[in-house]
C-alpha cells in the first residue's frame, strides 16, 4: 500500500499527497487548532478563577447565571444549575477542557466536536441568546463553527487518522494474504473474525490514548487550579469579601470596594442611629446593614421582589443608590468598578453609570432598572418599599 505523505515516492504518491491536502481535514486544521485551543484555554481558566465557583463573588457561574435564566428561552430548565452551582461549573470547565483536547490532537473527533457544539448551543440559548443583532455573540459563531467536524471527523492530520490508516493497511494485508480464486466458508468466517478483531483492537487502541488524554487533562487542570489559588490567596486585594449569610434572597454581600475599603472590625463601623418613635422603619424588605456597604464603593445582594443580582453603592456618606445586576442587553450579571464609578458588564463591554444607572456604552439598549432603597433608623437598607 502507497503512503501519500510520502512526498519522495513515485508520482502516484505524491498525487495521493495532494489529495489529502484537498480533503476537509486539512483545509479546516487552523479552524481545529483554533476551536481546540479556545475551548482548553476557556476551561482551564474556569479552573484557575476560585471566584468562578464562589456562589456570591461576581462574575462567578452562579451569578452570570441568574441574569441569563430570565431571558433565555430555558428558563425553569436551568434551575438545578443554580441548585448545584459548583457541581454544574466544574462539568462545563472539564467539558470544555476535554472538548478541547480532543479537538486539538483530533482522537474521537466527532465526539468532540458534537461536545463543543453542544456547549456553545447552550452558551447561546442562555447567555448570548438575547444579542441583537444575533452577531454580536460568539457563541452562534462557535455552534457553527463546529458543524464541519461533526459531519466530517477531524481529518488525515490527527489520532483518528493515524488509526484509520493502520486499521486500513492492517485490512489491505489480511486481503492480500488472502488465497487466490475465492473463499471458503470456513476462509470467509475467519477472515470476518480478524476483521472484527481488527476493529476492536482498534477501538481499545484509541480507548486507551483517551484515558491517557483525560489523564493529562486532569493533571493540567489540577495543576492550574491549585496555582490559580496560590495565586489568589497571595493577592487577596482582588477577592470579594462574603458575609456568612451571602446569597441568601434580601441579604447584602459585600462587591467590590471603591475608593474607602469595607470595614473589616467591629471599631471600624459607625455606631448605628437610634430608632425613636418619631422615625418609621422604612416599608420593604431589609437587605442588610448600610455600615456594609463602603462610601464610593457597592455590595451586590439578591432583589427580593425579582430573586435577581443587584448592586447597592453609596454615593456619597448617606446617599444610596440600588439597581438590578442584571445587563438589559444579553442577561450578563454587571460588576461594580470602584475606579470609575461604572458598573461594567464583562459579556459585551456595556457600561453604565453608578450614580443613575444610565446606559453610557453601549451595546446594552437602556440602562440599569433602579431599585428603591432607604436607609432605616436602625443602620439597616430596605428595599422595594
Not at 452577531?135 to 471527523?153: K, M, Q, R, S
Request: charged share 10%.
Amino acid at each position: 500500500m502507497t503512503d501519500p505523505f510520502d512526498v519522495n515516492g513515485p508520482p502516484e504518491n505524491r498525487a495521493g499527497l495532494s489529495e489529502t491536502l484537498a480533503s476537509p481535514g486539512w483545509t479546516l486544521l487552523l479552524l481545529r487548532a483554533f476551536l481546540g485551543v479556545t475551548f482548553t484555554f476557556a476551561g482551564l481558566q474556569k479552573l484557575a478563577n476560585p471566584n468562578f465557583f464562589s456562589p456570591t463573588a461576581p462574575g462567578s457561574f452562579q451569578e452570570q447565571l441568574r441574569g441569563p435564566i430570565i431571558t433565555s428561552p430555558l428558563h425553569h430548565l436551568l434551575d438545578p444549575a443554580l441548585h448545584a452551582p459548583v457541581a454544574f461549573a466544574v462539568l462545563v470547565a472539564l467539558g470544555e477542557i476535554a472538548v478541547g483536547l480532543g479537538t486539538l490532537v483530533g482522537l474521537f473527533g466527532r465526539v468532540a466536536a458534537s461536545g463543543g457544539a453542544l456547549l456553545s448551543l447552550s452558551f447561546f440559548l442562555t447567555v448570548s441568546f438575547r444579542d441583537n443583532p444575533y452577531y454580536y455573540g460568539a457563541d452562534i459563531v462557535f455552534l457553527f463553527a463546529w458543524t464541519p467536524f461533526v459531519l466530517g471527523g477531524s481529518g488525515a492530520f490527527s489520532l483518528d487518522g493515524v488509526y484509520a490508516r493502520r486499521a486500513e493497511r492492517a485490512r489491505a494485508a489480511l486481503s492480500a494474504a488472502a488465497p487466490r480464486g475465492g473463499l471458503t466458508k470456513r476462509q470467509l468466517a475467519a477472515s470476518k473474525r480478524q476483521a472484527a478483531e481488527l476493529e476492536r483492537r482498534t477501538l481499545l487502541q484509541k480507548a486507551a490514548a483517551a484515558g491517557a488524554l483525560a489523564l493529562t487533562g486532569f493533571t493540567l487542570g489540577g495543576l492550574v487550579s491549585a496555582l490559580g489559588r496560590l495565586l489568589h490567596s497571595a493577592h487577596p486585594s482582588g477577592a470579594v469579601a462574603s458575609l456568612p449569610n451571602a446569597g441568601a434572597p434580601g441579604k447584602v454581600s459585600p462587591a467590590t470596594s471603591g475608593h474607602a475599603p469595607a470595614a473589616t472590625g467591629p471599631t471600624a463601623r459607625p455606631a448605628a442611629p437610634k430608632s425613636t418613635a418619631t422615625t418609621p422603619v422604612p416599608k420593604g424588605a431589609r437587605i442588610g446593614p448600610a455600615a456594609d456597604v463602603p462610601v464610593g464603593g457597592a455590595a451586590s445582594f439578591t432583589d427580593p421582589a425579582q430573586q435577581v443580582p443587584a448592586l447597592v453603592v453609596q454615593i456619597k456618606s448617606g446617599d444610596f443608590r440600588a439597581f438590578s445586576a442584571v445587563c438589559p442587553h444579553a442577561g450578563c450579571t454587571v460588576q461594580f468598578d470602584g475606579t470609575n464609578d461604572v458598573f461594567a458588564c464583562p459579556c459585551h463591554g456595556s457600561v453604565f453609570s453608578a450614580t443613575t444607572g444610565a446606559v453610557l456604552q453601549g451595546p446594552a439598549p437602556k440602562g440599569l432598572s433602579p431599585i428603591p432603597v432607604a436607609l432605616g433608623p436602625n443602620g439597616q437598607l430596605y428595599v422595594d418599599g
